[in-house]
Structure formats: C-alpha cells, structure tokens
C-alpha cells in the first residue's frame, strides 16, 4: 500500500531527478559508459575517407561498384542499482535521513540510465536479500525502483554487503554497470567485492551524514547503534572522545578508500546536506579523463 506521502515524495523525486539527469548528467554519462561494442548496421557506397579494411567485397562484385560496412554502437547496457536498506540508512542529522538521499542517488542514475535506452535492475540488501527487481527500461521502471526502496520495510537490520555483490557475481552474464549505494558501514566483503569487480563496472556510492565523521559537542548523549539496537552513553563534550572520533572515522575512511584504489574502482562521497550532483558529475568527468587518457 502507497501513502499519499509517499506519493508526493516520489513524485518531488522524479521531477527533481529526470530533469537533472536531462540538464547535468546523461551526456557525462553517455561519454563514459559505452555499450558492448559495434554492431553492423548496413552497407552504403564506399566515400572518400572510408576505411578500406571494411570494403564488403562480396556486395562490391555484385554491385559492380564499391561499397563498404557500416558499424554503430551498441549502446544498450544493463545497470544494477546495489542499495543498503540496514538501518544505519535511516538516520539522519539534518533535514532528511540517509535512506531519502540514497533514494534520489538512485533516481538521478536511473532516470540517466534510461535516456540512454539502458536497462536498470535493483538488488535491495540488508545483511540479507531484500527484493530483487530484474533489469527494464522505461520511465515507469524507473519509479518503480524508487518507490521499492522508498517503500521498503526490511526484514534485517544489519548490512552485508557480500550478500549483494554475491548476488551480482551470480546473474549477469554480461558485463555489467553495478552502482554499489550504501554507507559502507560493514565489514568483511573486500573478497565478495574484488571477485565481482573482475567481471563487472562496480563504482561504489558512499552516502554520509555530517554526523558520522564528526561528533557534535551536545553534552552527555545516549547513543544507538541502530543496527545492533546497543545504548552507549557518551560524553561529547569531552575534547579526547571527540578527537578520537574523528580519529578512528578517518581511519575507517582511510581504509576503504586504500580497498578501492587497489581494486581500480571509480568511487564517489556524496553527504545529506550537501548537493550530490556535483560530486557524481566530477566522477564522470575523472573517469573519462582517465579512459580517453586525457589529462
């Protein structure tokens, strides 16, 4: 059952979403994402300036003239949206929780996915597998997917992320576009992660709030950990807890920053209070520096 809420929710989304993936997003998206390859198209009569190795001399006997190969791109891809749904997602700070972002991350990739007649799947995960939807195009796809994550009411609380990337490793047979959206707050899937990546585009999307890297100075707090349901009161006027951290955050980021590089995997942060566009654009951007190798 759909709320009127979650309606008008969905529908400031798709609003917000298409019309950035129309004006900012898809033509980075485009140079950076190519399809599977060339596929033939049709032969024309040879041009000056046409390459001769795709001279079709079958066609040229029998036409009694020249005529050459044409190829287009192949453009059609498949895209998975991997979406952490523990709940750790759901908090927040600032004016929305982090499950609300995530939900529009997903939105602005999808809306871009399709423009580029790209299909779009979704794997939802907690420290199990929460729904899977199979890879299609269209609009009404799309807000499907949104309204899924939206929508969810998952039965687990923690997060694995190996159960995911498992989950990916084991149905594309193609070679694969795998935006990977969570917190990354989970241990233990550097080897689920390095296995898939070896065959799939995986770019992990790393959604924050302002409050996990640094704890505010509010006095005595009773902290929940809202995956494990444990209560640690904190002293968060205390200079050291503060310092300490901030400390073991940058640690933790330091870490799995480390795991991407030497896995070569295109990563992004993007935060609650802050715009998510720009930082997905300048992704785009490096990446296809890096492909065309331009610098």
Not at 22 to 39: C, E, I, P, T, W
Not at 96 to 107: C, F, L, Q, R, Y
Request: no cysteine; proline share 2%.
């Amino acid at each position: 059952m759909i709320s009127r809420e979650l309606v008008k929710k969905l529908k400031k989304i798709e609003i917000y979403t298409s019309r950035l993936a129309n004006d900012q997003l898809a033509g980075s998206y485009h140079s950076v994402f190519k399809g599977r390859g060339m596929a033939f198209s049709e032969v024309r009569q040879y041009q000056a300036g046409d390459d001769v190795r795709f001279i079709d001399w079958n066609v040229s006997a029998r036409m009694n003239d020249t005529y050459v190969k044409v190829f287009t791109e192949e453009r059609e891809m498949t895209v998975m949206l991997l979406v952490d749904l523990s709940a750790s997602e759901r908090f927040g700070s600032t004016q929305k929780p982090k499950i609300e972002t995530v939900a529009e991350v997903a939105a602005l990739l999808a809306f871009s996915a399709i423009k580029n007649n790209d299909r779009v799947g979704l794997i939802l995960f907690t420290d199990r597998i929460e729904r899977f939807v199979p890879p299609k195009k269209g609009r009404s796809h799309v807000m499907r997917v949104v309204t899924e994550i939206l929508n969810a009411n998952p039965d687990g609380e923690g997060t694995d992320l190996s159960v995911a990337l498992d989950l990916l490793g084991g149905i594309g047979k193609r070679r694969t576009v795998a935006f990977v959206i969570s917190d990354f707050i989970a241990d233990q899937y550097e080897k689920a992660l390095k296995v898939v990546s070896a065959k799939h585009d995986v770019i992990p999307i790393r959604v924050v709030d302002p409050r996990e890297d640094e704890l505010a100075d509010v006095g005595l707090a009773l902290v929940e950990d809202l995956e494990t349901g444990e209560l640690v009161e904190v002293d968060t006027s205390n200079a050291k807890v503060r310092s300490e951290y901030a400390r073991e955050a940058q640690r933790q980021r330091a870490a799995r920053e480390h795991l991407f590089r030497r896995l070569q995997l295109d990563h992004v942060t993007v935060s609650t209070e802050r715009d998510f566009v720009r930082p997905l654009t300048e992704l785009f951007r490096l990446r296809q520096r890096r492909l065309t190798g331009y610098r």
